[in-house]
C-alpha cells in the first residue's frame, strides 16, 4: 500500500492544491468522506465546505462553494466551483456564495438542493467564524 496519493483542487480561477497527500477529508454531497491511498474510485459531488489535506508540509485547509470530486487508488483530484485557502476567506467571500443560494430566486425544481446548500453555507460560515 502506498503512503500517499496525489492531490489536486482546482476551481475555474486557479490551482490551488498539488501535493501528496497522506489523506484528504472531504465534503461530499451525501456526507464527509476522506480519501487515502488506494481508496476506491469514486466520483461524487461537493456540497459547500472545507476540504482539509494532509501531506508533507502539514495539513492544509481549502473552502470550497461546491464541485465534483474524482477518487482512484493513487489520487484525488477536485473540481471546485470556487475554492480558496481556508485563512484567505472573508465575510465578503462568504456574502457573495450565500447570495449563489437564494431560496426566493430558485425555481420549484430546485427549491430543495438550494435549501440544502443554503443551510450548509450558513453552516460553514459558524464554522469559520465569518
Given amino acids: 500500500m502506498a503512503d500517499t496519493m496525489q492531490f489536486d483542487l ?22 464527509d468522506m476522506t480519501a487515502m491511498p488506494d481508496h476506491m474510485p469514486v466520483i461524487t459531488t461537493l456540497r459547500p465546505g472545507i476540504v482539509r489535506a494532509k501531506g508533507p508540509d502539514g495539513d492544509q485547509e481549502f473552502v470550497v462553494s461546491g464541485g465534483f470530486a474524482e477518487v482512484t487508488a493513487t489520487s484525488l483530484s477536485v473540481l471546485a466551483e470556487q475554492a480558496m485557502p481556508r485563512g484567505d476567506v472573508t465575510a465578503e467571500f462568504m456574502d457573495a456564495l450565500a447570495a449563489e443560494f437564494t431560496v426566493d430566486q430558485t425555481t420549484p425544481e430546485m427549491l430543495d438542493t438550494t435549501a440544502k446548500s443554503a443551510a450548509d453555507l450558513a453552516a460553514l460560515r459558524v464554522e469559520l467564524g465569518v
Avoid: D, M, Q, T
Fill in 10 to 31: 482546482v476551481s475555474p480561477e486557479r490551482k490551488l492544491a498539488s501535493f501528496a497527500a497522506s489523506e484528504v477529508l472531504i465534503p461530499g454531497s451525501e456526507g
